[in-house]
């Protein structure tokens, strides 16, 4: 056989496209009464992988659930999870093929704030019904969208003024360098503010800063009472490190919305981590059955290297349920008639307890959880009970603007 | 007064981790020619290798001091047999060959290990300095720093291993000539870059965020400082760390982390324009 140039580069493509096929569960037979499927896209390699993983593990879990109870409406039904390898390109390029060439029913998934942004208007676009389960700054106002993880007001507002009570009014703030720690540092201004307290400074980080002396230097010469922290990822937990190296974590305390989210108490030393406050919607340590059980569905099938089950393996559980729920009361699959039914202000009882869907901002209510580290684990302090994301409801009515498909930038 | 020695000691750290990380690699590329672009995962290896071995239950000073470099060091070696010795005087080769390498580091280490952070704490404390405190881990980086250069300077220039290897990185056929077998030197050489960057990255897993990908976040720096500094491995590395590491700390300390970066940058960009050849290019010119 000879080999032309240009079947040469046509097979090297062919192979190059094999190689780059993205993992895929299961097959992709298509059949209208085949099986339901359920599309995913999250990071399961590069730098927020750690953080991907437990969601696709909780969504693997849902979805085996949903299967064993017998399907929904008489079907199975099947989950196609893409790793997008912390890559945003990789996340538009399979958001269209999950929508256009396996025509899912519903997506999950989406971890920063800009992958969000990135696949959102693809599946409005495509008319593809996209549940982001991922806790985040709040604003996105999207009659396709459903986003079940916490916000702001949910959760930095019960953080900031327990830890202003406990330590004192001035408080110093450092987060991650891209949307949500820009706006999360809004919203902890905003209530440290509110709360009667003062902000010395904020500082943005890059995500690959990975010497912290000069900022150590700089918050001790601003003398705060409290550090609040919105960093974000691997070479950031190297800041606590630092700043306990410094002897500095006796001194001035810290309160997170970030911190063990991967999981940073189980990794930095007792010393480094104890005594951090953090607030979320779930905590792998809450003691309820449903969270006990959850937890070691989980770890029992992956075993003991199974990154921290935080509240965004909570609430993509969470949200593969709501979503079950959805398609049960409508009785069918279809894209309006799912979001209608879910719009009714469904509920589901998950491992944090009672989460419903807000029609009026697609958000939803949910308990949320005041925590501490102790003993390289979180302690649950206090709970607080159906908190509403009121927030996004200050700017967003998708009762009276059903064509909206803004990502508001809360006015702070 | 007291803030002037804070910032003081965090130029010093900023100096000092400079050298560390960028050691390594001004060994192989300004003795071998070779651009690694695999050192970032040297790196890791090393930090991962305290790591383990902290958590096996080994001292913490013989793990950073000893199990990091002598493991990377062996790697760099078995490396160097496998894929670098094919690829001498291919410069373009030999980055796309060692850029596969680091992909096939991190996936490996992700696959075992996982991608979760992992890490020791720092074993000494800290220190009062006035009003502020600072880690008794900077000093001893610092000093680190020094004796890791004293040692290369004390090997290279009075040691016949040093002769010989800068006679065969000179003119590998003259060398062979005398006797010499340059593959040999090379894998030396090569494993001895391993070995320091092995040692870097172990005495970094304590103030870092120890993660498969970590060497991401060094990789960059330590080019800016290898080419900035220019051929002479010493003298380049020490002036481009010295010149990198203020910049960077004193602006980072000034304005906000990210304008540090951007500065630090900038000054890069315009000591390569004005001189192309680096720092040692210019002032130290055949120095070592």
């Avoid at chain 1, 999950?108 to 959102?120: D, F, K, L, V």
């Avoid at chain 1, 308990?367 to 684990?377: D, G, H, I, P, Y």
């Avoid at chain 2, 010093?12 to 560390?20: F, K, M, N, P, T």
Wanted: aromatic content about 10%.
């Amino acid at each position: 056989m000879t080999l032309s140039r240009r079947k040469f580069i046509r097979n090297t493509a062919a192979g190059g496209a094999t190689l780059a096929a993205p993992a895929l569960i299961g097959s992709v037979a298509r059949a209208q009464d085949g099986p339901i499927k359920l599309g995913s896209l999250h990071d399961l390699a590069g730098p927020l992988a750690a953080t991907g993983e437990p969601m696709v593990y909780a969504i693997m879990l849902a979805v085996e659930e949903i299967n064993a109870a017998g399907g929904l409406l008489g079907r199975e039904v099947e989950l196609i999870n893409y790793d997008t390898q912390s890559n945003i390109q990789l996340y538009s390029q399979f958001a269209q093929q999950l929508a256009v060439r396996d025509r899912v029913d519903v997506i999950h998934g989406g971890i920063t704030s800009a992958s969000r942004e990135a696949i959102r208007p693809i599946f409005s676009r495509f008319r593809t019904l996209y549940f982001y389960n991922t806790l985040y700054e709040g604003g996105v106002c999207d009659r396709n969208t459903f986003n079940t993880g916490t916000t702001p007001a949910q959760t930095v507002e019960k953080l900031v003024p327990h830890a202003m009570n406990l330590w004192g009014k001035k408080a110093y703030i450092i987060a991650a360098d891209y949307n949500y720690g820009q706006i999360t540092a809004k919203w902890m201004r905003k209530y440290v503010e509110d709360n009667g307290g003062e902000v010395a400074s904020i500082d943005f980080f890059p995500l690959d800063v990975t010497n912290f002396g000069p900022s150590i230097s700089r918050i001790q010469a601003a003398e705060p009472d409290l550090l609040l922290s919105a960093m974000v990822g691997g070479n950031h937990t190297a800041f606590y490190r630092q700043w306990a190296a410094a002897g500095l974590k006796d001194e001035i305390p810290i309160a997170s919305t970030t911190f063990g989210l991967v999981n940073e108490p189980a990794t930095l030393e007792d010393a480094e981590s104890t005594g951090v406050l953090g607030s979320y919607g779930y905590f792998e340590e809450l003691d309820t059955p449903a969270s006990v059980a959850f937890v070691k569905a989980i770890k029992d099938r992956h075993g003991a290297q199974t990154p921290y089950v935080s509240e965004l393996a909570a609430a993509s559980y969470e949200g593969v349920h709501l979503w079950a729920e959805g398609v049960r009361q409508a009785g069918s699959v279809d894209r309006m008639e799912v979001i209608e039914a879910l719009e009714t202000g469904l509920s589901f009882e998950g491992p944090s307890g009672k989460v419903v869907v807000d029609p009026k901002t697609h958000h939803v209510t949910r308990n949320t959880f005041l925590a501490e580290v102790e003993n390289r684990a979180w302690k649950v302090l206090e709970t607080f009970e159906q908190q509403q994301p009121l927030d996004t409801a200050a700017v967003c009515d998708l009762e009276a603007n059903p064509n909206d498909t803004t990502h508001y930038i809360i006015d702070i | 007064m007291d803030i002037a020695i804070i910032v003081g000691l965090d130029v010093v750290s900023g100096i000092a981790s400079l050298v560390l990380i960028s050691a390594g690699l001004a060994v192989i590329f300004g003795m071998m020619k070779i651009i690694n672009l695999a050192h970032g995962e040297f790196l890791m290896l090393g930090a991962y290798a305290t790591v383990l071995s902290v958590s096996a239950g080994v001292n913490i000073w013989f793990a950073m001091l000893v199990i990091a470099p002598v493991f990377v060091g062996l790697v760099g070696m078995i490396v160097e047999r496998c894929l670098i010795q094919f690829l001498y005087g291919r410069l373009v080769d030999s980055m796309l060959a060692t850029w596969g390498l680091s992909l096939v580091i991190v996936g490996g280490t992700t696959m075992i290990f996982g991608n979760t952070i992992v890490g020791v704490s720092s074993p000494l404390g800290g220190f009062q300095v006035g009003a502020y405190q600072s880690s008794l881990y900077t000093p001893f980086l610092a000093l680190m720093a020094l004796l890791l250069m004293t040692a290369v300077f004390g090997v290279m220039r009075f040691t016949r291993a040093g002769l010989i290897a800068r006679a065969v990185m000179q003119n590998p056929d003259m060398a062979a000539t005398l006797g010499v077998n340059p593959a040999r030197v090379y894998m030396a050489t090569f494993g001895l870059g391993a070995a320091m960057s092995g040692l870097a990255g172990g005495l970094l897993a304590p103030i870092a965020g120890v993660v498969p990908t970590m060497g991401a976040a060094f990789i960059a720096k330590a080019f800016i400082t290898v080419v900035g500094g220019g051929t002479s491995i010493l003298w380049g590395l020490i002036s481009a760390s010295g010149l990198f590491g203020f910049i960077n700390q004193i602006a980072a300390f000034l304005t906000t982390p990210v304008f540090g970066e951007v500065i630090l940058f900038i000054a890069a960009i315009i000591l390569i324009r004005l001189l192309p050849t680096g720092i040692s290019g210019r002032f130290f010119k055949g120095r070592l």
